[in-house]
């Protein structure tokens, strides 16, 4: 799950990297057109759908209404590999990397790819945009987030193995519920104050090759890195993705990393 960790068979099933940023409100899609054609051959598929609600909690206070001659907002645009394995998105204010386990096909590629790919790609993004702006987007958070799937454990089995440190089964007093959950969140990691950190268990169905349904669980693990302006915002991530790491030990049990291959 990072460079110290290391697996055969990593549990990862998601991968998604994202920075966030102040506004651009000039932006528009067809100041990006450029990145159609360069991403063209790797991120064929191309997708416009309405954009996610903004993320800075002082943008979200207000309504506004769009009035007749005013710019219409510009969409979230998604760039998509032809399998589907890997997917960029953005829009005004942020820029996001999200690989997928697609059909157990794909390999993992490792954290330090998927964010060299990132930021390459959003240099790209950043002189389009400064070239309409006038100024670099200013990144202000960096978010890292796994998404790891548990096939034959059920979600309430999970719960209780990360609750209790994996020292205690769950008990339900009737039948097994369809589906169940929790989320924890903490506004500071013990790993760094300026990273907050959420971790949470899912129910999940995993359909095999044979056809049959298997229950099983996902662990979600999510790390958002403040980034000041003095900071590099390339090493809040790597702060971010640390914080991910330490909670992803935390949260498994030896046996568990030792039945996905832990090379240590």
């Not at 240099?123 to 100024?135: A, I, P």
């Not at 979600?155 to 589906?179: C, E, I, K, N």
């Not at 907050?196 to 979600?220: H, K, N, Q, W, Y």
Request: with cysteine; hydrophobic share 40%; charged share 25%.
């Amino acid at each position: 799950m990072t460079d110290q960790l290391h697996f055969e068979r990593p549990p990862v099933h998601m991968v998604t990297l994202a920075l966030m940023f102040g506004t651009l409100p000039k932006l528009q899609t067809l100041d990006l057109a450029q990145l159609r054609v360069d991403w063209r051959e790797s991120y064929p598929i191309l997708r416009e759908s309405t954009p996610m609600p903004a993320w800075q909690a002082s943008e979200q206070d207000a309504v506004e209404f769009v009035r007749s001659g005013l710019s219409w907002p510009m969409a979230l645009c998604s760039f998509a590999t032809e399998a589907g394995d890997k997917e960029v998105r953005f829009q005004q204010d942020r820029f996001i990397l999200r690989w997928n386990l697609c059909d157990g096909e794909n390999v993992y590629p490792g954290y330090s790819r998927l964010k060299a790919e990132l930021l390459a790609k959003f240099d790209q993004f950043s002189k389009l945009s400064q070239s309409v702006s006038g100024v670099l987007p200013e990144v202000k958070r960096a978010d890292v987030t796994y998404t790891n799937k548990l096939p034959g454990m059920s979600a309430h089995q999970a719960m209780a193995g990360v609750l209790t440190g994996w020292r205690s089964d769950s008990a339900f007093p009737f039948r097994v519920p369809d589906y169940c959950g929790f989320r924890v969140s903490y506004d500071e990691s013990e790993l760094d104050p300026r990273v907050s950190v959420l971790i949470g268990v899912d129910s999940a169905v995993t359909e095999p090759s044979d056809g049959e349904f298997i229950e099983g669980s996902s662990l979600i693990i999510d790390a958002e890195s403040q980034v000041e302006s003095e900071d590099d915002f390339a090493d809040r991530m790597d702060k971010a993705h640390d914080v991910v790491a330490g909670a992803f030990l935390e949260v498994t049990s030896e046996g568990m990393r030792s039945q996905w291959g832990e090379i240590k």
